[in-house]
């Protein structure tokens, strides 16, 4: 599927409010966002994985309006979640294509990664159903099973819930956080219950005189849950841009 029409304005706005997605079920997209962000989300992509970007890339905003026709709403209503993701990236990537002159290709790179590890004295991981659901949890799911790990964000804090948890979904969870790909190397086959509570990725995230004594992510994973991460070198797919251009506005 193609926009049949667009939009894309230079946002000049320093207040302007961040943030773009496509209307559910629909080819209507808007975004007030710097077009490396654009990039990342017709890709799927994490920053990382974006190479050769020039600078206005970054600094630059755009307000991008976009909408297919009511021919193309009803097809992308009728396409499952996953069919309909790849359709709105296939959309972006024409957009970038037509109004941006983008160009790419892929190619495969070492870089900076992590292993996640265990640590030494052995994990501390709960085994399956040791960590009970808790009223908000039996209210949200009903008689649904809770997903393997999830994070939340209240007034304690942040932390991950984990239900039967592999290790290869914590370690997902941990690239998000950390922008950088971690590889599960822990060597543990089994699904885990565990509650990971932390403050921020690294110490130097945090004000000196923050009195909290949560402990930033790379802590809490040794002293709560076993395990490390440890800094390596490994194999990154990146999507290098051969060239883009700022487009006339219309």
Known sequence: MKFDVATVRENKDVDATWGGRFMPNTTTYRATWSIEHLIWTA????????????????STIFTVEAKGNSDADAKMAALASKQQEAEHEHMLQVLLEERFKLNTHWETREGDIYNLVVA???????????????????KNYGDN????????????????????CPMDQLALALKLLFLRPV?????LRDKYDFVL?????????????????TLPMDQALQQELGLKLE???????????????????N
Do not use: C
Request: hydrophobic residues 30%; glycine residues 10%.
């Open 43 to 58: 890709f799927g992509l994490m920053p990382y994985q974006i190479v050769g970007e020039p600078d206005w890339l970054r």
């Open 183 to 187: 590889i599960n190397k822990t060597g």
């Open 231 to 249: 800094p390596a070198k490994g194999p990154l797919q990146v999507l290098v841009i051969d060239h883009i251009e700022k487009p006339s506005e």
């Open 145 to 164: 099973p809770a997903p393997p790990l999830f994070p939340r964000f209240d007034e304690h804090g942040s932390a991950y819930i984990a239900h039967r």
């Open 120 to 138: 030494k004295g052995g994990p501390k991981l709960g085994a399956p159903g040791s960590v009970p659901l808790s009223a908000e949890e039996k």
């Open 197 to 213: 509570k932390y403050k921020g990725r690294w110490d130097t995230d945090r004000p000196a005189d923050d009195p909290d004594p």
